[in-house]
Every structure is written in structure tokens, then in C-alpha cells.
């Protein structure tokens, strides 16, 4: 990936990761790490850049989450708060779901 491609892209993903999720700076920071971390093993082609992007957002969503939802989960417990927990679990499933099947999706794409 080229270094205008990829600048290309870490600016979709700031715009993608600030006005469609709301994420904090720290997720969008780790995700282009893990962006950095996957180009310089895997070659991508230009039309998976963003899926690649998109993927990246979710894992690293996933990873700071993961941090943060302890302290949630804790605080539920402490509150009683069952049925969250369990939604939470739920929402967490899914996002696994979906970023294994982008990676996938994008190791096919190979």
C-alpha cells in the first residue's frame, strides 16, 4: 500500500470513527495501529482498503471496549443490573461476528 493510499485511508476511517461511531480518539488510534500492523504482513488490494478500515475500526472498538466494559461490568453487578450485562454480552457477539468475517472476507479476496 502506498503512503498517499494509506493516508487516503486513515482519513476515512477518522471521519468514519468520528461522525458515524462516535468513538473516542484512543479507538481510532489503536485501529490504525492494528491497520499498520496488518499491512506489514498481509498485502491488500485497492478495492478492500476500506473494508480493511472498517475491520480495523471494530477490533480496535472491540480491544477498548474490552478494557472499559469490565469497569461496566462491575458496576452492573454491583447495581444488580443483570439484563444489561446480558445485552452487552450479546452486542459483543456480534461485533466479534463481524469483524471475523471481514478478515475473513479479506483473506479470500487475496
Same mark, same amino acid.
Given at each position: 500500500?502506498?503512503? #498517499?493510499?494509506?493516508? *487516503?485511508?486513515?482519513?476515512?476511517?477518522?471521519?468514519?470513527?468520528? &461522525?458515524?461511531?462516535?468513538?473516542?480518539? =484512543?479507538?481510532?488510534?489503536?485501529?490504525?495501529n492494528?491497520?499498520?500492523?496488518?499491512?506489514?504482513?498481509?498485502?491488500?488490494?485497492?478495492? *478492500?482498503?476500506?473494508?480493511?478500515?472498517? #475491520?480495523?475500526?471494530?477490533?480496535?472498538?472491540?480491544?477498548?471496549?474490552?478494557?472499559?466494559?469490565?469497569?461496566?461490568? &462491575?458496576? #452492573?453487578? =454491583?447495581?444488580g443490573?443483570?439484563? =444489561?450485562? #446480558?445485552?452487552?454480552?450479546?452486542?459483543?457477539? +456480534?461485533?466479534?461476528?463481524?469483524?471475523? +468475517?471481514?478478515? =475473513? &472476507?479479506?483473506?479470500?479476496?487475496?
Amino acid at each position: 500500500m502506498r503512503e #498517499a493510499n494509506r493516508a *487516503c485511508l486513515v482519513s476515512w476511517m477518522t471521519l468514519v470513527s468520528n &461522525r458515524q461511531f462516535h468513538f473516542h480518539d =484512543e479507538t481510532l488510534f489503536l485501529a490504525v495501529n492494528v491497520l499498520d500492523r496488518f499491512l506489514a504482513r498481509t498485502s491488500v488490494a485497492a478495492d *478492500c482498503f476500506q473494508l480493511l478500515g472498517l #475491520a480495523s475500526l471494530l477490533v480496535a472498538a472491540k480491544m477498548v471496549n474490552m478494557i472499559i466494559k469490565s469497569y461496566i461490568d &462491575r458496576a #452492573a453487578h =454491583e447495581a444488580g443490573a443483570a439484563a =444489561e450485562m #446480558a445485552a452487552s454480552r450479546k452486542v459483543e457477539k +456480534y461485533v466479534d461476528l463481524g469483524a471475523r +468475517y471481514i478478515f =475473513e &472476507r479479506l483473506n479470500q479476496l487475496r
